[in-house]
């Protein structure tokens, strides 16, 4: 389904002023043909006042074809059943009264930007020409040619490694091609957010939380350090791409996808808070004990080059114990002076 701009119908202020004119016109017939006043006689002076009532019964039908696009909209149009173009420039058509907007999303309610019923009424054209009801059924469906933020809503879906996490996803994306939107899919909106759905358990089983040893997120064959928290910008830009795919024949553009929530699952996130904690913890420690053994060697070395103090075997391994428990303690070290001899 190719998409068909309908550019040359803005001729709604001129249709306007036409239609007013012949209202005008038969109301001065009919006055003037029941008052006596026109210089005709017998059928033809009923003929002029039956034209004038029908007229003026069914004039306003003509109205039905006025269309008032703003910036960033569109309307789908469509003529006892066959599709015929799309009003997508702002300004004042008046189309053929028979055309019938088509817009299968435009009741659609999702957690996104621009599905809010700001209760916004049409221009005072429609309003004559149609009853309330018609009036909200004819606004609502305009399709929106802006840029959409679509928040899932957060998910619980398996890592690489099996431990369950909730993430969550903001998706920015539009419409640009409306025969596409409304033909090819049954609901563009729905359609969007099952896919984003989709896409995103498919990439998040490729990472796992934190990094982790032997895993391939690339599909290379080579283990590396991708991770759901320390790659959100490459696992984001994989979603978008993703759900791009499978979007691309609604007629939708994804222009960004971030990652607005990600944790552990309730169920796992204290145990798997313990374990970052206790890994933190094996870390430090390493650390310090690395320092500690480097400070005790330039320690004996700073003592045997300056040749300051003799000390044999035992009183360097007892050096050695001491220094590493005041380096590597918990807690500060409590100094005790020996005023005798060491023995």
Known sequence: MNEIILSKRKNGMGMFILICLLYLASIVLFVGAASYELPIRGALRGLVMAISVIWFCVGWFLYLGLKVIRPQEALVLTLFGKYVGTLKEEGFYWVNPFCVAVNPAARTRLSQSGDVDSGDKTSLLTTLATSGKQTGEISSKKISLKVMTLSNSRQKINDCLGNPVEIGIAVMWRVTDTAKAVFNVDNYKEYLSLQCDSALREIVRIYPYDVAPGVD????????????????????????????????DAGL???????????YAPEIAAVMLQRQQASAIIDARKMIVDGAVGM?????????????????????????????????????AQPIVNSGSLY
């Open 296 to 332: 005790v060697e330039m320690a004996l070395d700073r003592l045997a080059e300056n040749n300051t103090v003799e000390l044999d075997e035992e009183r360097k391994a007892a050096m050695v114990s001491n220094l590493l428990v005041v380096l590597c303690g918990s807690k500060d």
């Open 217 to 248: 997120t690339t599909g290379d064959g080579i283990a590396d350090e991708g991770s759901l928290r320390g790659s959100s910008e490459l696992v984001a830009r994989r979603i978008k791409d993703e759900i791009q795919s499978k979007v691309t």
């Open 253 to 263: 553009e994804i222009l960004e996808a971030r990652i607005t929530y990600l944790a």
